[in-house]
């Protein structure tokens, strides 16, 4: 079963603009991670969040997270072609009693077309 | 550093065969990670192995099992195939609990 819904499902833009995608989740976490999919290929990670941060940027990606909302944000500026993908975003969920452990849940996820 | 390897690239097996499917994980990575993925169902988690233990499990059958070595490489084994489990399998390493995961290209299993 899927933690996380991703909104939208899918976007789709002009070269240039910005990208913004949108990720809710159920459950207290650990983390927050996205990934980057082309065409079912493996997933590349993007940037991860930990539950105590509320902002990190890494070149044109911004994230953003509140806890309190149980949501996350993945901001693209200056979106190129080569940014069409499917994006995902992973949460860790803070183990019960008991647990251990490293288990990904993933959001349904995003499909962005950037055209150019 | 070498990223994730997976191997093969490709399978195709037929209904009641078993397919052996194995990772790499990156140099000093010791949990190892499977998921699957399927137009249906997206990303599942199968199950997580650090130090040859399994730590981590997903709801999936016993026909879905897995083992990691001592040099942190990983196999996972699908017994009796179905038709259900053509998917995309990707493994992922992590140094540890908490830390990035980073994925394979993962091994496209069709099942006729």
């Known amino acids: 079963s899927q933690q996380g819904e991703e909104d939208p499902q899918a976007l789709s833009i002009q070269e240039g603009e910005n990208a913004t995608m949108n990720c809710s989740y159920k459950?207290?976490?650990?983390?927050l991670q996205w990934y980057r999919q082309n065409s079912g290929r493996g997933l590349v990670h993007l940037i991860l969040?930990?539950?105590?941060?509320r902002e990190k940027h890494s070149g044109r990606l911004r994230v953003t997270l509140d806890t309190s909302k149980k949501s996350s944000s993945l901001l693209i500026t200056a979106s190129r072609a080569a940014d069409t993908a499917s994006y995902f975003c992973a949460t860790t969920p803070q183990p019960g009693p008991m647990e251990y452990g490293n288990k990904l849940v993933f959001g349904a996820g995003t499909i962005l077309r950037v055209k150019s | 550093k070498a990223g994730v390897t997976q191997t093969p690239r490709y399978l195709i097996k037929t209904r009641g065969q078993q397919v052996t499917l194995s990772c790499s994980p990156i140099s000093g990575h010791r949990s190892v990670s499977w998921y699957q993925q399927t137009p249906g169902q997206g990303l599942q988690f199968l199950f997580e192995?650090?130090?040859?233990?399994?730590?981590n499990k997903g709801n999936f059958p016993g026909r879905f099992s897995g083992r990691q070595f001592s040099n942190s490489r990983s196999e996972m084994n699908v017994s009796t195939l179905e038709l259900g489990d053509s998917a995309l399998y990707l493994c992922?390493?992590?140094?540890?609990?908490?830390?990035?995961?980073?994925f394979g290209p993962g091994t496209r299993l069709t099942v006729l």
């Open positions: 992922a390493s992590s140094l540890d609990t908490a830390h990035e995961q980073f």
């Open positions: 459950t207290s976490i650990n983390n």
């Open positions: 192995y650090f130090s040859e233990t399994q730590r």
């Open positions: 969040i930990r539950s105590n941060e």
